[in-house]
């Protein structure tokens, strides 16, 4: 049973960072593609970034610059780095692991970006 936990939500001011982790469990490993979402209120589900199986990341422009992916193989964790956080970013992220005609998801973590 493949499964993933994000963590590392939270209430932050406009500007600061925050830490989020996908813990991955299970029969698989972490050196497959893990996906990045999040979901605003009333929106589709969106994805932010991913890293790839080589180890390379991708970022979509809108948090290019800002937010960062990265693993750690021995703790089966991927982690999406958020720095100089907006308004804009408040959502319900997701990880997100496809692997052949499965595709596993976390249940979310809530991040809030208010004054």
């Known amino acids: 049973q493949v499964q993933l936990a994000e963590s590392g939500g939270g209430l932050v001011q406009p500007g600061e960072s925050l830490t989020l982790s996908c813990v991955i469990s299970?029969?698989?490993?972490?050196?497959?593609?893990v996906k990045w979402y999040r979901q605003a209120p009333g929106n589709e589900r969106q994805l932010v970034g991913s890293?790839?199986?080589?180890?390379?990341?991708y970022l979509v422009d809108s948090v290019k610059g800002r937010f960062s992916i990265s693993r750690d193989i021995a703790k089966k964790t991927v982690y999406l780095q958020m720095n100089s956080l907006k308004s804009e970013d408040t959502a319900v992220y997701y990880c997100?692991?496809?692997?052949?005609?499965?595709?596993?998801w976390g249940q979310g973590t809530q991040v809030t970006v208010s004054s």
């Open positions: 997100n692991l496809p692997f052949g005609l499965q595709s596993y």
């Open positions: 299970g029969r698989i490993s972490v050196r497959n593609e």
């Open positions: 890293i790839l199986i080589d180890g390379h990341t």
